[in-house]
T-cell receptor
Framework: EPEVTQTPSHQVTQMGQEVILRCVPISNHLYFYWYRQILGQKVEFLVSFYNNEISEKSEIFDDQFSVERPDGSNFTLKIRSTKLEDSAMYFC??????????????FGEGSRLTVL | AQRVTQPEKLLSVFKGAPVELKCNYSYSGSPELFWYVQYSRQRLQLLLRHISRESIKGFTADLNKGETSFHLKKPFAQEEDSAMYYCALRTDDKIIFGKGTRLHILP
């Protein structure tokens, strides 16, 4: 069964460094998402992406964040200059095989980011 | 404001007893609601959605627009139901989640 895959599973970085988290969505899906979960808190929406552009983003998704689908298979989240409060589990999700997004999101296993 | 509220952080239930996980929402439009589940060491996955009106693994959830609720129920809990349960609301181009309720089934 196809799955969303994420790399790395865990990344430790120094504050101020750039981080790129990678995701390979399910191949025929058209909608892509990033969520994050700070330890002990809820799963928070960051950004949705469709047709090669951001369709919606949250207030968390400020200028330090960017997303890209560089090659038709990968979907990346970049944090330009990490802060301590960026430490969290980051989840990628994908959905939708036609022009209509569904509510069934298929999640990856997450990338744990630790900022020191 | 769009919001999903799950008032219980932890719910402990004896095996065989009924389960009810509470969820309330706030949304000005026509809501589309879901329950997602995360079992230990597994990824977050869809359990059920209100438009399907189906029972999955013995769980059901009814949308009550008057009470703005979408509680998850199961008549007889099983040990394998122990997991983290998230109520979710679809708004525009995103799904927003509640804080989650950890369901612990006692033997």
């Amino acid at each position: 069964e196809p799955e969303v895959t994420q790399t790395p599973s865990h990344q430790v970085t120094q504050m101020g460094q750039e981080v790129i988290l990678r995701c390979v969505p399910i191949s025929n899906h058209l909608y892509f998402y990033w969520y994050r979960q700070i330890l002990g808190q809820k799963v928070e929406f960051l950004v949705s992406f469709y047709n090669n552009e951001i369709s919606e983003k949250s207030e968390i998704f400020d200028d330090q964040f960017s997303v890209e689908r560089p090659d038709g298979s990968n979907f990346t989240l970049k944090i330009r200059s990490t802060k301590l409060e960026d430490s969290a589990m980051y989840f990628c999700a994908s959905s939708g095989t036609s022009g209509v997004s569904t509510g069934e999101l298929f999640f990856g296993e997450g990338s744990r980011l630790t900022v020191l | 404001a769009q919001r999903v509220t799950q008032p219980e952080k932890l719910l402990s239930v004896f095996k065989g007893a009924p389960v009810e996980l509470k969820c309330n929402y706030s949304y000005s439009g026509s809501p589309e609601l879901f329950w997602y589940v995360q079992y230990s060491r597994q990824r977050l996955q869809l359990l059920l959605r209100h438009i399907s009106r189906e029972s999955i693994k013995g769980f059901t959830a009814d949308l009550n627009k008057g009470e703005t609720s979408f509680h998850l129920k199961k008549p007889f809990a099983q040990e394998e139901d122990s997991a983290m349960y998230y109520c979710a609301l679809r708004t525009d181009d995103k799904i927003i989640f509640g804080k989650g309720t950890r369901l612990h089934i006692l033997p």
